[in-house]
């Protein structure tokens, strides 16, 4: 059930980095769901995002700039800017050029709707750059939540890093979504730039409100796994656990969400494997689709070498399926012994057995119980009040009814 609709007294204005390109898209969808929840919730709020492609994918645009484009999502404004990124070697040339499609984006955003109160980033790069410009222009504080992935897998170049940095330096607080990657973070850009909160992503209110899944039925079993089709997702691993923990069971299948450029050789390793004809590739998947295939599978399996924090596994709890994943980050940060299993990186005999486990005690794992504490934890409505008490403080305007959400503000990470 939604909350009653309470209007703040300040204005939020969300900048996110990447953000769906269009229907179905699930590709920065967390960003969309929390700003929707802050919507729905009584929130004045919008969004704004350049979304700029390389040369080869835009061919067909003249110019490199176009026109604003704006749509009302549910009501909640939103404008995007499509353009070229005529500069994707050049990161100091390519965020500056980001940041200008951003200013273009915002005066028209003020035009429309007024200028905001506080400004929500989504990762540093490039939507913290932005925020920061609206700072130093402006005047508008921001806040940072980083997501990126890029930073422990060091795929940041030095002039990348030094723009993350001055990013986060300025912010009026700094959020990452798992404890685990938030303390890499005050390690990576170090104790000047100050500490790191955990503020982790929402679990879009349709899982919790969708019916949970029947159990398996005449020793059916089936796993799914939700993510991209890429090395860093561990797919290949996963294959190798299920190939050795289930060679003798027949009725236990193994269902893939998602597309990337691994797939056509995991195509290959299934039937190297000889599992094949138990193993479904779903392709990509919306949001929607990926609650239906978790009605349908018993568990999720989750084989990432590296997660900041894991969206595919909070969506499962709120289905209220357990999950076995990998000590990657952020799996460590949501999965308790009520919830499932964790095991270590790359370890195929740890997987297959964790997976062989809990097939064989599915019935001690309490589907209701399981989606009752994920939505106490990353459901909409805490969420709401952790970032409502954040907005309040961050813009020296706290609301009576904020009071009592004080004590839900994510504490720091050096004190977990």
Not at 6 to 22: E, G, N, Q, T
Not at 56 to 82: H, K, N, T
Not at 130 to 159: C, D, F, I, K
Request: hydrophobic share 45%.
């Amino acid at each position: 059930m939604r909350a009653p609709a309470i209007r703040d007294d300040f204005h939020v204005l969300v900048i996110p980095s990447w953000y769906l390109a269009r229907p179905g898209d699930i590709n920065g969808s967390f960003f969309r769901e929390q700003a929707l929840a802050l919507h729905r919730h009584g929130c004045k709020l919008g969004v704004i995002c350049p979304q700029l492609r390389s040369l080869r994918q835009w061919r067909g645009l003249a110019g490199g700039v176009s026109s604003p484009l704006r749509e009302f999502d549910q009501g909640m404004p939103v404008l995007r800017s499509l353009g070229v990124n005529p500069f994707p070697l050049l990161h100091r040339a390519a965020c500056a050029w980001w940041v200008r499609h951003g200013l273009k984006l915002y005066r028209q955003y003020v035009a429309e709707f007024g200028r905001p109160d506080v400004v929500h980033a989504h990762s540093a790069l490039y939507g913290g750059a932005l925020a920061r410009q609206l700072w130093l222009r402006e005047g508008v504080p921001y806040v940072l939540t980083e997501h990126s992935s890029m930073y422990p897998r060091n795929r940041v170049s030095p002039a990348q890093a030094r723009i993350a940095r001055e990013v986060a330096r300025d912010a009026r607080r700094r959020f990452a979504v798992s404890p685990s990657f938030g303390s890499f973070l005050e390690g990576y850009f170090g104790a000047d730039v100050g500490s790191w909160e955990v503020m982790p992503n929402i679990v879009d209110a349709s899982f919790g409100e969708h019916p949970l899944g029947e159990a398996a039925a005449d020793d059916n079993f089936a796993f799914l796994t939700v993510g991209g089709l890429n090395e860093n997702k561990g797919i290949h691993r996963l294959f190798e656990a299920f190939a050795r923990g289930f060679a003798n069971a027949p009725r236990v299948h193994l269902r893939i969400g998602g597309h990337g450029p691994e797939r056509a050789r995991l195509e290959k390793l299934a039937l190297q494997l000889g599992i094949a004809d138990r193993v479904s590739f779903l392709g990509a998947l919306t949001r929607r689709q990926v609650a239906e295939e978790l009605a349908r599978a018993q568990a999720l399996v989750h084989p990432s070498r590296y997660e900041t924090f894991g969206v595919a596994i909070v969506e499962a709890l709120a289905m209220g399926r357990p999950v076995v994943a990998t000590r990657c980050g952020g799996p460590e940060g949501i999965i308790t012994a009520r919830d499932g299993l964790l095991v270590p990186v790359d370890d195929v005999d740890a997987l297959a057995n964790a997976m062989r486990e809990l097939r064989e005690r599915i019935d001690r794992y309490d589907a209701a119980a399981i989606r009752q504490a994920c939505l106490e934890r990353f459901g909409e409505s805490a969420m709401v009040a952790r970032l409502r008490a954040v907005y309040g403080a961050v813009t020296g305007r706290e609301p009576g009814q904020w009071r009592e959400y004080a004590e839900l503000s994510p504490g720091k990470v050096a004190g977990q």
